[in-house]
């Protein structure tokens, strides 16, 4: 059973920075994307990028280039998601999920980390 | 990129078919058989229950299938459920490896 273990949740002030982390299962994490999901509160789903942790060969959205990096150890089977200075609008939920073998679904989600914040 | 369009809400009684529909563009739904659906419950991380348009994931009821027409995709849920009320959101293959999701349906049972 494939499982992704997502960091806890976070309360942070506006200017700060933040790394959260996606730990996975097995050798299996090495061979598949991993992405990230934002959920704004009341909204719905958004694709944020992806990384290969084999090579992390890493794609953004336009929405999101620049605001954020992706990054992954692969040694420890844990793929990243950082922010070097967070805004109020930063607050959401963020799930990491794992691309299917023909990569065009996520079939396997983390719980989420919970972003706050405020000032 | 733009996110595909969903109804914001639909509402059904026990026993009745819903379907809830997901607008993209010859880009994305138009372009592939690669649409995927997830239910959420508040809370919850979303689940797989259709991918590839028609295909479900072992352990997901018959009830719930899938569609596509051109631009849009549509997901059926058959033999209306109170555990079925949840959100529904749809995804689409972009092309270079991207997804984009729509904006989230929330099912009432009624």
Known sequence: EVQLVQSGAEMKKPGESLK???????SSFTTHWIGWVRQMPGKGLEWMGIIYPGDSDTRYSPSFQGQVTISVDKSIF??????????ASDTAMYFCARYSDSRDYFDYWGRGTLVTVSS | QSALTQPRSVSGSPGQSVTISCT???????AYNWVSWYQQ???NAPKLII?????RPSGVPDRFSGSKSGNTASLTISRLQAEDEADYHCCSYAGRYTLVFGGGTKLTVL
Do not use: M, N, R
């Open chain 1, 20 to 26: 959260i982390s996606c730990q996975g299962s097995g």
């Open chain 1, 78 to 87: 844990t793929a990243y998601l950082q922010w070097t200075s967070l805004q």
């Open chain 2, 24 to 30: 993209g563009t010859s880009s994305d739904v138009g």
């Open chain 2, 41 to 43: 419950y508040p809370g």
């Open chain 2, 51 to 55: 991918f590839d348009v028609t295909k």
